[in-house]
């Protein structure tokens, strides 16, 4: 049984982000990912631990979010942090997941996440979603080297 961690990352970086993800090897990959791309955050192992991150009020500009993990799945946690008051209930949220079959985007879609990125993680799909979603957290413009994301 694998113990849940939060793990910081730097946190003078341009885009805060809560990575909720059960597996080692994905943290890992994911934290290496975003520090390359110099964004701040937490990683968490389950669903709960990221509704209880976001409670807490991070602060964070979204939310990567795996599907299948234990403890609160990435559905049940997505539902769970869109009821929240205030702006904590309208973070971004990007499902991840290695099955990209379009009744797991539909699933996505109804829990109120924003995007879908397969696994593994595309370096270029990431830094657009990203950048995409980040501005509009921000209301900014994060990633202007970035091109804005087009739509599927």
């Known amino acids: 049984m694998?113990?849940?961690?939060?793990a910081e990352f730097?946190?003078?970086a341009e885009l805060r982000v809560l990575v909720a993800e059960d597996n080692p090897a994905g943290q890992i990959l994911i934290r290496l990912l975003l520090q390359k791309l110099n964004?701040?955050?937490?990683v968490v192992s389950n669903g709960r631990l990221a509704v209880e991150a976001v409670i807490r009020g991070g602060p964070y500009d979204l939310i990567l979010m795996d599907f299948n993990m234990p403890v609160m799945n990435g559905i049940e946690a997505a539902c769970s942090i869109h009821?929240?008051?205030?702006p904590a209930g309208k973070l971004p949220i990007i499902a991840l997941s290695a099955d990209s079959g379009g009744a797991l985007r539909e699933q996505a879609v109804a829990a109120g996440m924003n995007d879908f990125l397969g696994k593994p993680i595309d370096v270029r799909a990431l830094t657009n979603a990203l950048s995409y979603w980040g501005a509009v957290s921000r209301g900014g413009n994060f990633g202007a080297?970035?091109?804005?994301?087009?739509k599927n």
């Open 2 to 6: 694998m113990t849940p961690v939060a």
């Open 10 to 12: 730097d946190d003078t």
């Open 39 to 42: 964004c701040a955050g937490t």
């Open 83 to 86: 009821s929240l008051m205030g």
């Open 145 to 150: 080297g970035v091109k804005r994301r087009v």
